[in-house]
């Protein structure tokens, strides 16, 4: 018998989006029969029957609207009608189909891939969507071990780990010196001559190192502590054996706070630029002397995967599923702290030996996470078990 799996996820321009279509591709290619139950616009951004899902539009948005609760319940339970296991991706999607299922006996998953970070009534609010997604779910999966706890905490009957990979990038397109005199580093953006030692791949001595953040410009990833710290290592440069002046930044993404980000820059006369939304991260990684993230919290960023995976050395915040994922691969400093963050890039910009090692070590962690593979094979597994097991009548 084919299994009809459900996929249910609330507004996403992002990672949820990308990893919610993967494993719908995924799943269609092992024999399954899909549908993505998400809002219009989701659906267009993502293009879920692409990869040969049914999709339905359901009006799960971002907004905490409980008057409007019942009428998307209705449509979504209309558009999960006959699905052998339902699952809801995020807190919001969870609640509602946990709401949609309450008369049915169809088995559930919920997999939650971000903590709660609000203050105030927002928060309480959260949270109470939080509990109510967790405790209808038959499985709550966690994209970090910390989630899986707070799970665990509020009664989840069945919580698990469920990693969530990084899709793998497509090779550069573009040479690496190109990439590095677009962004304004290198010897061909004005920086002199002279030759380095082998160990970052040939670079010269004169070029400047080239930090890079990736993520969207929104309060989670704390870019405010990264800028302050821009301008800590900006402030404190001095030369050390060579001409190599203060790292330069470039922060690859879109969103809300765009506008105050930029006034924070130019308030601080920073060497840093916003790049806006881009779909060439293998080029900006290929052009990167390191990759920093500033983030309050994370599950299992993107970003550094893909930083690993490409050699990048990384400076990350030790927050969320970060120690677990890169262990002693990356350098870890606290949140909301850019002297910490700062001290941790000059460490690096100063040493290329321990970029190369970091580099190296990011490879070989790297090779050690599950892949797209493994997870779908996990996944499939618990499809298969939940449908078979024996349902109230």
Same mark, same amino acid.
């Given at each position: 018998?084919?299994?009809?799996?459900?996929?249910?996820?609330?507004? #996403?321009?992002? &990672?949820?989006?990308?990893?919610?279509?993967?494993?719908?591709?995924?799943?269609?290619?092992?024999?399954?029969?899909?549908?993505?139950?998400?809002?219009?616009?989701?659906?267009?951004?993502?293009?879920?029957?692409?990869?040969?899902?049914?999709?339905?539009?359901?009006?799960?948005?971002?907004?905490?609207?409980?008057?409007?609760?019942?009428?998307?319940?209705?449509?979504?339970?209309?558009? =999960?009608?006959?699905?052998?296991?339902?699952?809801?991706?995020?807190?919001?999607?969870?609640?509602?189909? &946990?709401?949609?299922?309450?008369?049915?006996?169809?088995?559930?998953?919920?997999?939650?891939?971000?903590?709660?970070?609000?203050?105030?009534?927002?928060?309480?609010?959260?949270?109470?969507?939080?509990?109510?997604?967790?405790?209808?779910?038959?499985?709550?999966?966690?994209?970090?071990?910390?989630? =899986?706890?707070?799970?665990?905490?509020?009664?989840?009957?069945?919580?698990?780990? !469920?990693?969530?990979?990084?899709?793998?990038?497509?090779?550069?397109?573009?040479?690496?010196?190109?990439?590095?005199?677009?962004?304004?580093?290198?010897?061909?953006?004005?920086?002199?001559?002279?030759?380095?030692?082998?160990?970052?791949?040939?670079?010269?001595?004169?070029?400047?190192?080239?930090?890079?953040?990736?993520?969207?410009?929104?309060?989670?990833?704390?870019?405010?502590?990264?800028?302050?710290?821009?301008?800590?290592?900006?402030?404190?440069?001095?030369?050390?054996?060579?001409?190599? #002046?203060?790292?330069?930044?470039?922060?690859?993404?879109? &969103?809300?706070?765009?506008?105050?980000?930029?006034?924070?820059?130019?308030?601080?006369?920073?060497?840093?630029?916003?790049?806006?939304?881009?779909?060439?991260?293998?080029?900006?990684?290929?052009?990167?002397?390191?990759?920093?993230?500033?983030?309050?919290?994370?599950?299992?960023?993107?970003? =550094?995967?893909?930083?690993?995976?490409?050699?990048?050395?990384?400076?990350?915040?030790?927050?969320?599923?970060?120690?677990?994922?890169?262990?002693?691969?990356?350098?870890?400093?606290?949140?909301?702290?850019?002297?910490?963050?700062?001290?941790? =890039?000059?460490?690096?910009?100063?040493?290329?030996?321990?970029?190369?090692?970091?580099?190296?070590?990011?490879?070989?962690?790297?090779?050690?996470?599950?892949?797209?593979?493994? !997870?779908?094979?996990?996944?499939?597994?618990?499809?298969?078990?939940?449908?078979?097991?024996?349902?109230?009548?």
């Amino acid at each position: 018998m084919t299994l009809h799996i459900a996929l249910v996820l609330g507004a #996403s321009t992002g &990672g949820i989006g990308v990893y919610v279509r993967d494993l719908a591709a995924g799943l269609v290619e092992r024999g399954f029969r899909v549908s993505v139950a998400a809002p219009a616009e989701t659906g267009e951004r993502f293009g879920f029957t692409r990869v040969g899902a049914e999709f339905r539009p359901v009006p799960i948005t971002g907004a905490v609207n409980p008057a409007r609760g019942a009428t998307i319940v209705r449509a979504l339970r209309s558009a =999960v009608d006959g699905a052998d296991v339902v699952h809801a991706h995020g807190v919001r999607a969870g609640a509602l189909a &946990g709401m949609a299922l309450a008369r049915r006996d169809t088995p559930s998953v919920v997999t939650l891939h971000n903590a709660i970070l609000a203050s105030g009534v927002r928060s309480r609010l959260l949270t109470g969507l939080e509990k109510l997604a967790v405790l209808r779910a038959d499985v709550v999966l966690g994209a970090s071990a910390d989630l =899986v706890e707070r799970a665990r905490a509020l009664g989840a009957r069945d919580a698990r780990y !469920c990693p969530v990979p990084a899709p793998p990038l497509p090779p550069p397109t573009k040479d690496r010196a190109q990439v590095r005199a677009e962004l304004g580093v290198g010897a061909d953006a004005g920086d002199g001559g002279g030759e380095r030692g082998g160990e970052s791949g040939g670079e010269r001595a004169d070029e400047r190192i080239l930090v890079l953040a990736v993520g969207r410009l929104a309060p989670q990833k704390d870019y405010a502590t990264l800028l302050r710290a821009a301008q800590l290592w900006q402030n404190d440069s001095h030369p050390t054996g060579s001409p190599t #002046s203060a790292p330069r930044l470039v922060i690859a993404g879109g &969103g809300p706070l765009r506008e105050a980000l930029q006034a924070q820059i130019d308030a601080l006369r920073l060497d840093a630029t916003l790049l806006g939304h881009r779909t060439d991260i293998a080029d900006l990684l290929a052009a990167a002397d390191l990759l920093a993230m500033s983030s309050t919290w994370e599950a299992r960023s993107l970003a =550094v995967q893909e930083a690993m995976r490409a050699g990048v050395p990384v400076v990350a915040t030790a927050v969320g599923g970060t120690p677990e994922l890169a262990r002693d691969a990356a350098i870890l400093v606290p949140p909301g702290d850019p002297h910490a963050l700062a001290a941790a =890039v000059t460490r690096l910009v100063q040493n290329p030996g321990e970029r190369a090692r970091l580099a190296a070590m990011g490879r070989e962690r790297a090779g050690e996470w599950p892949d797209a593979e493994q !997870c779908l094979t996990q996944l499939s597994e618990l499809y298969s078990t939940l449908a078979a097991m024996p349902r109230k009548t």
